[in-house]
């Protein structure tokens, strides 16, 4: 009996997978790497409003050597299949709010952080990260940061040939036991952090 297009394509990518090794950040990194330290991830919800937003605050040093550009991607991912990009479809004023909330005065939003960071602890940078809660009946959360690190790695796509691009991108996992809700703002537990190439 003559193959499908469709099992053909399928036994295709499966034969690619088995033999495609997926590449790891070095051990000892060789590019620079900014100095990242992450807080805990929250959830707010607006007092005014009742709409829900998952945060992170952070602090970012320079310690490399060379002033270095500071313009992160987060990129959350929910257990209910959502992908969300920071500060996509947040209002200013929620940034706003979270900033007074929080009491720093150092403390800048996703767009204003962005630009240089120069060398040494005292051009730190502190940062808040703002999602849409829009499912909060979950209870997993995987959170991707890129743009901590120089470190890159070209790989070939196994089925188009294509050249892509993979970058050194901190992950950190993060469990919630019970309703979200019902824990207000405490932060979430964190069950897993490493470095990927994505």
């Keep these: ?71 992160p991607s987060f990129v959350l991912f929910t257990d209910a ?31 204003e952080i962005i630009g240089e960071i120069f060398q040494g602890p005292e051009h730190a940078k502190e940062g808040v990260v703002v999602w849409p809660a829009q499912q909060t009946d979950v209870n997993e959360l995987s959170l991707f940061i890129a743009g901590i690190s120089g470190e890159t790695a070209r790989i070939n796509n196994p089925l188009s040939g294509e050249e892509i691009i993979l970058r050194k991108t901190l992950q950190r996992d993060y469990l919630i036991r019970g309703k979200a809700l019902a824990r207000g703002s405490r932060p979430l537990e964190l069950m897993q952090q490493r470095w990927i190439l994505r």
């Design 81 to 111: 299949g959502e992908i969300l990009v920071s500060g996509r479809d947040v209002p200013s004023g929620i940034e706003e709010d979270l900033c007074a909330l929080l009491g720093n005065e150092l403390m800048e939003t996703q767009n």
């Design 1 to 71: 009996m003559p193959r499908t297009p469709r099992l053909a394509a399928l036994g295709a990518l499966l034969m690619a997978c088995a033999v495609w090794a997926f590449p790891e950040p070095a051990l000892v990194p060789y590019r620079w790497e900014l100095d990242f330290q992450p807080g805990p991830l929250r959830l707010y919800v607006d007092p005014v409003d009742g709409t829900a937003w998952w945060y992170l605050t952070y602090e970012v040093i320079n310690r490399t050597g060379d002033d270095q550009l500071w313009a």
